[in-house]
Nanobody
Framework: AQLVESGGDLVQPGGSLRLSCVAS????????MAWFRQVPGKEREFVAA????????YYSNSARGRFTISRDNAKNSAFLQMDSLQSDDTAVYYC????????????????????WGKGTAVTVSS
């Protein structure tokens, strides 16, 4: 099983990007999907998560209002639409999947997710 992210790029402050994550190799039914990000020298940081049907969504304070997480279960895919990007958003973004229903605390816990992609780099700079 694997997750493959794409869509990372260099973008100017105020710009937008859409990250994609394609899952394969096993069923992802009833899986929570999430995005985390990491800057060198810092811990991996929660960005957003949603449940299988999308009824439950969670965002970090930094992401709320600017980023939107979504998924297409028919295509085993998850997405992160990022708008109004800032230099602080520069990081490697990782897709994660886990066989659980995400709650306010568990959604943010990286140990709940058992499958991770290799990441896609986002650089926000003028």
């Amino acid at each position: 099983a694997q997750l493959v992210e794409s869509g990372g790029d260099l973008v100017q402050p105020g710009g937008s990007l859409r990250l994609s994550c394609v899952a394969s190799g096993r069923t992802f039914r009833s899986h929570a999907m999430a995005w985390f990000r990491q800057v060198p020298g810092k811990e991996r940081e929660f960005v957003a998560a949603l449940s299988w049907g999308g009824a439950a969504t969670y965002y970090s304070n930094s992401a709320r209002g600017r980023f939107t997480i979504s998924r297409d279960n028919a295509k085993n895919s998850a997405f992160l639409q990022m708008d109004s990007l800032q230099s602080d958003d520069t990081a490697v973004y990782y897709c994660a999947a886990g066989p659980f229903w995400p709650g306010p605390d568990t959604a943010r816990d990286p140990h709940q997710y058992d499958l991770w992609g290799k990441g896609t780099a986002v650089t926000v700079s003028s």
